[in-house]
């Protein structure tokens, strides 16, 4: 399994739409998780932190599954400005300063 | 309140040249990053420094030289610049590295090496 692993995308959905996208990982000794969103071009910025079984920020619901290694990101209601890149990111097995970051998943909302 | 500043944005060498890229952070943060983000390669470490003072490899740091000049500033040079440099490099800062706080990235600096 890859350390950090996402499915890229792209998810193109309509408006106000509930979408959902997982992320596994290898290191199960990992305590913490996050997302970022990075918009095209642009730097990545902190969505959520993870760091039991699970987060939710509004319309944004972060849950951790430990038995099965996994994190999801769950957004409801979604709109035009959500359209970005979604990065999962996990603490490196051997030194935990260091960040494992996922290859992102792509989201499109459309009108 | 301007976060992380990292300069040039955009820069286009010649092989074998060498630059500096600078980064400053005004958010008295101890620890700060430089990362290489390249098409179907997620964002790569390259070094990092966990305070003030002290300087650690990253997953890719081969042809790369970092210096912590003080607590705001982190600069990235490369010496003999090569293509497979060509990237986009971002700068990053946290609270402290062993804590995996929050990390607060510069715009980024899109750099070409021909």
């Known amino acids: 399994r890859k350390e950090v692993e996402q499915d890229p995308g792209p998810f193109n959905v309509p408006e106000g739409a509930t979408v959902a996208f997982n992320c596994t990982y290898s290191?199960?000794?990992?305590?913490?998780f996050f997302w970022y969103r990075q918009d095209c071009r642009k730097e990545p910025k902190l969505l959520m932190s993870?760091?039991?079984?699970?987060n939710e920020d509004g319309r944004f619901t972060a849950q951790l599954n430990r038995a099965s290694q996994y994190i999801s990101l769950l957004i409801r209601d979604s709109k035009l400005s959500d359209s970005a890149t979604y990065l999962c990111?996990?603490?490196?097995?051997?030194?935990?300063?260091?960040?494992?970051w996922g290859l992102g998943t792509s989201l499109a909302v459309n009108p | 309140n301007a976060g992380v500043t990292q300069t040039p944005k955009f820069q286009v060498l010649k092989t074998g040249q060498s630059m500096t890229l600078q980064c400053a952070q005004d958010?008295?943060?101890?620890?700060m990053y430089w990362y290489r983000q390249d098409p179907g390669m997620g964002l790569r470490l390259i070094y990092y420094?966990?305070?003030?003072?002290?300087?650690d490899k990253g997953e890719v740091p081969n042809g790369y030289n970092v210096s912590r000049l003080n607590k705001r500033e982190f600069s990235l040079r490369l010496e003999s610049a090569a293509p497979s440099q060509t990237s986009v490099y971002f700068c990053?800062?946290?609270?402290?590295?062993?804590?995996?706080?929050?990390?607060?990235f510069g715009s980024g600096t899109q750099l070409s090496v021909l």
């Open positions: 290191n199960s000794a990992s305590q913490s």
């Open positions: 990111v996990v603490p490196n097995a051997g030194n935990n300063r260091k960040l494992i």
């Open positions: 990053a800062s946290s609270v402290d590295s062993a804590t995996n706080e929050k990390l607060f």
């Open positions: 993870v760091y039991s079984s699970g």
């Open positions: 958010m008295n943060h101890n620890s």
């Open positions: 420094s966990a305070s003030e003072g002290t300087t």
